[in-house]
């Protein structure tokens, strides 16, 4: 399939027509409405657009990857989920206010983690609060993780609507994932009712009720995130294909020293088939096809930008186990592509060319940017963007202007990732070690699965890298690992550490 760079011709032939129609007096079009689709915990290879062999069936986000832009390098700005979410939101690295781990993630070992704010500064301006401003209706539906206080949740933020946003990282009142979901945001439904097709219930009825006048609609899943659970027809059918494909006669996990030979012992699963979380996806799938189908039978769906994308890497190597990453190394909580890498789809009618693919990197501050410019806005000019506006990657016009990207977690995370930090520029990625200094390099165009540290092989550009990546801590006043009591002191990049 062509890459967004084979698209120019026809984007321009756009852009041209574009002008054209607005030079001989036509209307000016509405103002696209948005529909922001965020998954939790849901990994690159789990869609069926990035991994036809996949073992799940995710037929409506799919046919999002046929009608817009697929992007084959999105990073979500941290490994874990209320960073990312924070990202998301204000297109500003998590770094800046120090909300670098999960709300409230304690995890220590040989050290301290850093310190953690845990909670989106009031402050900050969000997605909802700047398309206020230009007139939107906003909507949040599903997981929030960005406060521990109402003060602090969607309401707060610049959504009118607030359908089961709280503070909250997962289901996990009475029925978990089916009513009664004892969420201080949502009301029960009839027992049994199954979150995913609710969230999807609350979001179209929101689209009903706004379809005269501009929206943004932000539809955040608990799914795929554990509790691992779904429904049982959804799970026998699953049961029954692995064993009709003969998955249920392979091995599922791998030595972890196969993988990672520096890493504690641990182990990751290499085969996805696991029925549960594959009831899961599906689950999830379908509810995002009741939101399509209503955008659609609202005469809305040519005006409507389309956003689908997840908070962090799929859940590899703890918590249950349940899909694989491979090709990409390690999962959520690592600093591995496998804890960074997810998907991202952009379908925009009229701009971005159906089946459209690029892979240019892209990470999850962009997705605030490029909204407002979507719509003709502009971030606040006291705000200090750290993401870039796409739209001219989505117009077929090459990559935004940026040297890097950059990753900060000071944190044991719960499925056994290392505290570190990481830059990629170009087809290379460094990651640094944070309890003793070493790093490692990776070239992700020869070696996409991080298995060949080429660190010793490198020491030119190791040191260009690292210099770039501190200067980056610096800039952003990043926090790092702190001694126990009368313990060692960790690692600290003012320090000289050695390279490997």
């Known amino acids: 399939m062509a890459s967004s760079g084979s698209r120019r011709v026809s984007a321009a032939l756009l852009l041209l027509a574009a002008t054209q129609s607005s030079a001989c007096g036509a209307e000016d079009p509405p103002p696209p409405n948005i529909l922001v689709i965020v998954a939790d ?96 209706a906003t909507f949040f ?13 969607p309401e707060a933020q610049g959504f009118d609507v607030n359908a089961g946003g709280h503070d909250r990282g997962g289901p996990y009142g009475p029925g978990r994932y089916f009513s009664p979901y004892g969420n201080p945001r949502l009301a029960d439904g009839p027992e049994g009712e199954h979150l995913p097709a609710r969230l999807a219930q609350e979001t179209v009825r929101f689209i009903e009720e706004h379809s005269d006048q501009p929206f943004l609609a932000y539809l955040s899943f608990y799914s795929v995130h554990t509790p691992l659970m779904a429904p049982d027809p959804l799970v026998e059918k699953y049961r029954d294909k692995a064993v009709r494909l003969g998955l249920s006669e392979r091995a599922e996990f791998a030595e972890e020293e196969q993988v990672w030979p520096d890493a504690r012992v641990r182990r990751v699963r290499v085969l996805q088939s696991h029925a549960v979380y594959a009831a899961m996806v599906e689950a999830m799938d379908r509810a995002v096809g009741v939101v399509l189908n209503a955008l659609k039978d609202a005469g809305l769906a040519d005006n409507t930008i389309i956003v689908f994308t997840s ?15 491979l090709p990409l190394r390690g999962g959520k909580g690592w600093l591995y592509e496998g804890g960074i890498r997810g998907p991202f789809l952009v379908v ?16 999850s501050n962009d997705l605030y940017p490029t909204l407002l410019d979507a719509v003709g806005a502009e971030p606040g000019v006291d705000r200090l963007i750290d993401g870039v506006s796409l739209v001219p990657t989505l117009r077929g016009l090459g990559a935004p202007e940026r040297d890097a990207l950059f990753w900060h977690y000071p944190h044991y995370s719960n499925q056994g990732g290392f505290p570190g930090g990481a830059v990629r520029m170009g087809d290379w990625k460094l990651i640094e070690r944070f309890e003793d200094g070493r790093v490692h390099l990776f070239n992700l165009v020869d070696d996409p699965g991080e298995l060949r540290d080429v660190a010793g092989d490198n ?28 313990g060692p002191q960790p690692w600290h990049p003012t320090t000289v550490g050695p390279s490997r």
């Open 141 to 153: 539906a599903g997981k929030w993780h960005l406060g521990p206080t109402p003060e602090y949740w």
């Open 41 to 136: 915990d849901l990994g690159y290879m789990d869609i069926g657009a990035n991994n036809p062999a996949t073992f799940y069936e995710t037929p409506a986000i799919d046919a999002l990857a046929a009608r817009g832009m697929r992007f084959t390098q999105a990073y979500s700005a941290s490994s874990v989920c209320s960073p990312t979410r924070y990202s998301l939101m204000t297109g500003r690295y998590p770094t800046r206010v120090a909300a670098t781990d999960w709300f409230t993630g304690t995890n220590a070992q040989t050290f301290l983690p850093a310190e953690l704010h845990d909670r989106m500064p009031l402050a900050e301006v969000t997605i909802a609060e700047s398309l206020q401003q230009e007139g939107y």
């Open 459 to 486: 020491s030119d550009r190791v040191k260009r890298l690292r210099t770039h990546l501190h200067g980056w801590y610096e800039e952003l006043e990043a926090r790092f690992l702190r001694a126990r009591p009368e």
């Open 311 to 325: 908070d962090n890497g799929g859940l590899a190597t703890s918590e249950g186990h349940p899909t694989s990453n």
């Open 348 to 363: 925009w009618p009229g701009v971005v060319e159906a089946g459209a693919v690029s892979d240019v990197p892209i990470i």
